[in-house]
């Protein structure tokens, strides 16, 4: 089964973009309460009308250092921060599926994302050996001049980042029918696994995160509809704060505890 590939206009549209988040954890049976009684107020993202399941494949690899300095400063609650991952749409090495270098971030409570598309052939030499892994040699290989690509070089010498864990898992994306800024989306069947490559080999170790649950990201702009407020009370939810970078990092063992 071929994984959907984002259209252009989609790819385009999400680029960069600033906006709050909120997450909730459902049991399986809560979840499919709230998804059903959802359907009143959103609908499926078209771009999955038509894929198996209506969902899409998301795998992103994330860069942190020794120190795991990008783990705890989620941990930690801090206001200000942010982290580099290569996102892509596949399981499957060189199906032609995009690939992106992201920045994500947080400034207070608002969320933001800068991301740019990966040449599919390398473009640029690289001192990959400086870097210490083939991954970043490749990413700087294939990342255009821009912005994005001098914060990342700069991080890189800066905290030594490397890519530590990769994060999988299939996502459903709704969107509200009355309001183009209201989105939401139902992410299950979580995996990480310790790897410094997008596309790790069988023997890479792995592990499933929050079996059984599903993780709702609702993302807006500007306000929460009221329709919203009142299914989620009635379900007794309660908003929390997850990074499934962080979970996956948790559950494969590659934390210890800072004191």
Not at 11 to 17: A, D, I, S, V
Not at 57 to 79: H, I, P
Not at 221 to 248: D, G, M
Request: charged share 30%; net charge positive.
């Amino acid at each position: 089964m071929s994984e959907p590939t984002p259209t252009p206009a989609e790819q385009r549209t999400k680029l960069h973009f600033s906006r709050f988040e909120f997450k909730y954890i459902l049991p399986e049976r809560v979840r499919e309460e709230l998804e059903g009684q959802f359907q009143y107020f959103v609908e499926l993202d078209p771009f999955v009308a038509n894929q198996p399941g209506t969902k899409y494949f998301v795998r992103s690899l994330y860069f942190d250092n020794d120190a795991r300095a990008k783990y705890w400063e989620k941990e930690d609650g801090q206001k200000h921060r942010q982290k580099f991952r290569l996102r892509t749409y596949t399981g499957t090495v060189n199906d032609g599926t995009p690939q992106f270098l992201e920045i994500k971030g947080r400034h207070n409570n608002l969320v933001f994302k800068h991301r740019t598309p990966l040449s599919e052939s390398v473009e640029q030499p690289t001192a990959g050996s400086l870097f210490g892994d083939t991954q970043t040699a490749d990413v700087l290989g294939r990342i255009e001049d821009g912005p994005i690509r001098e914060q990342f070089q700069f991080e890189l010498a800066r905290e030594r980042l490397r890519p530590v864990t990769l994060v999988d898992y299939q996502r459903r994306p709704y969107i509200s029918k009355y309001d183009s800024e209201f989105r939401m989306t139902f992410d299950d069947n979580l995996r990480g696994t310790a790897t410094d490559t997008l596309f790790p080999g069988p023997a890479a170790r792995s592990v499933r995160v929050l079996p059984g649950y599903t993780i709702l990201e609702v993302k807006f702009r500007y306000r929460l509809p009221k329709w919203f407020h009142r299914l989620i009370q009635s379900t007794e939810l309660r908003r929390v704060s997850i990074s499934k970078f962080c979970a996956c990092m948790k559950a494969l063992g590659q934390v210890e505890d800072h004191g």
